[in-house]
């Protein structure tokens, strides 16, 4: 399971996986006396990588009275944080970094700082041929390792391959000459949060540790007890990073389910919305919806991170992988075939991002599906993206002009604002809905 860059103990592991939460507290009930390290007053905590976990936690942290060091590669950004102001969308994001900083409980800078725990939240991106990337993780705790003392706890939050806290992270810190386990501890926690909830869910979402080590995870266990109102379960530091790329996994496995669905379906002639809608009615029954493809940073990217890890079995992960990667495509087939149909097609494109009501635009199959309909110039084209003020590539049209000006409505995000579009004015005009807003 391990990749090249990630090595790890399948027998410490398999006896980790062997211990409950509760064993693991009983045994260290006995264990020697040690500081606590659970989030709250006064504890110095170090985020690195300010971005859409990274932030969110640093000033959720700050407003518990942690005193928080965020550290971030971007000049800009460090200066945004350290003006009270944010560099992303996210409800209520700005209120609580402006009470942080203002508090004096939040500072930015590019470099770390001495504190006693360390949240490393950097991207872990796929590269061109589909192997993770870890290098960003490895530069952060290179980053840190300087300033972590005796007594310090480390944890990954970023979506990683299986291996990579032990392989990676605690590797470094081994390097610089600590014993982990004894006077420092490292443990694995993903974060779970939805994009658009990531305050509440921060909060309230069930959390799963798990340390390189015993000691780790308890030590992990208690950090987070202080600020998560969810469950934390305690496990080993390889469960925990199999968590995380299973629960995304699954998601991606079952909206590819869908999307097959609408390509069968729609050739069948049947709505697909109909199909989901009855057949989830059975108690047990749950399949998502389709759309135009997957995006995020998140979904589309995450199982990869198992298929690399073993390609041989993760069959049905990859085939989900290839099938909602596919999905622009047979889209972009779909306008050309309408656009085909009539006289100087002007094609409405609703939304841009890469789900509803965010700004957010990465690995957004919206965005791909425009770019080509550019590409094939198959008509004008008339792009709407409430939640933006400008893109680079393409003009941007208020809504109710495009719908009115175009003879091809192509729904592609499923914004709140498209929702309140009155049915009539769709008269007279193909509609291509993605999303099934209209149907
Ligand atoms: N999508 C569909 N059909 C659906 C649901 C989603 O086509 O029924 C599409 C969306 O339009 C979007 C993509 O999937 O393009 C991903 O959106 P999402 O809302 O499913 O998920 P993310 O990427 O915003 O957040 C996910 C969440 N994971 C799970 O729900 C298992 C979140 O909890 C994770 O924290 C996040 O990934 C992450 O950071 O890993």
């Known amino acids: ?31 020697e006396r040690r500081r606590s390290l659970r989030a709250g007053d006064g504890l110095r905590v170090c985020v690195v990588g300010l971005g859409y976990i990274g932030l969110p936690t640093a000033s959720i942290l700050g407003t518990k ?3 928080v060091f965020g550290v971030d ?30 508090a004096g409980n939040l500072t930015a800078a590019t470099v770390p700082s001495e504190a006693d725990v360390f949240v490393l939240a950097v991207p872990t991106p796929i590269q061109p041929d589909k192997q993770p990337d870890v290098s960003m993780v490895e530069s952060a705790a290179r980053a840190i390792a300087p300033y972590v003392r005796k007594g310090n706890l480390v944890i990954l939050e970023s979506t990683s391959p299986v291996g990579t806290t032990d392989g990676v992270v605690a590797r470094v810190l081994r390097e610089a000459g600590h014993v982990i386990g004894e006077d420092v501890y490292v ?15 921060l909060i309230e979402n069930d959390r799963v ?12 266990l208690e950090f987070y007890q202080g600020f998560v109102r969810g469950e934390v379960v305690g496990t080993d530091s390889r469960t ?12 991606d496995v079952n909206i590819a389910y869908a999307n097959e669905l609408s390509m069968v379906c729609d050739r069948a002639g049947i709505s697909v919305w109909e199909v989901i809608r009855i057949a989830n009615r059975h108690p047990r029954v749950k399949i998502l919806q389709p759309g135009p493809g997957v995006g995020g940073h998140c979904i589309a990217v995450d199982p990869w991170f198992i298929v690399a890890g073993d390609p041989q079995n993760a ?51 919206a965005v791909e599906i425009v770019h080509e309909l550019k590409r094939r110039n198959l008509g004008e084209l008339l792009v709407v993206e409430p939640h933006l003020l400008f893109h680079p590539d393409f003009e941007l049209v208020k809504l109710e002009e495009a719908v009115r000006r175009a003879n091809i409505v192509l729904v592609l995000v499923d914004h709140k604002p498209f929702k309140r579009l009155r049915r009539d004015a769709l008269n007279e005009k193909i509609l291509i809905d993605t999303r099934g807003l209209f149907l």
Request: aromatic share 2%; net charge negative.
């Open 187 to 201: 443990a694995y926690c993903p974060e779970r949060v939805l994009p658009g909830r990531i305050l509440t869910e």
């Open 240 to 251: 925990a990073e199999m968590v995380k790329l299973s629960e995304n996994s699954y998601r």
């Open 209 to 220: 540790v798990g340390g390189v080590d015993d000691a780790s995870t308890e030590v992990a």
């Open 315 to 365: 069959k049905v992960i990859r085939a989900a992988r290839e099938v909602n990667d596919r999905k622009p495509h047979w889209v972009i087939d779909k306008v050309e075939q309408c656009a085909r149909r009539v006289v100087d097609p002007v094609i409405a494109c609703l939304g841009l991002s890469f789900k509803a009501d965010v700004d957010d635009l990465r690995e957004s199959p």
């Open 1 to 31: 399971m391990a990749t090249a860059t990630v090595t790890g103990s399948a027998t410490t592991n398999a006896a980790q996986a062997e211990l409950s939460s509760t064993q693991i507290r009983k045994r260290s009930a006995l264990g």
């Open 65 to 67: 009275g942690c005193r």
């Open 73 to 102: 590669v971007s000049p800009q950004v460090v200066d945004t944080i350290n003006a009270g102001r944010i560099h992303i969308e996210e409800p209520d994001l700005d209120l609580i970094v402006k009470a942080a900083v203002q």
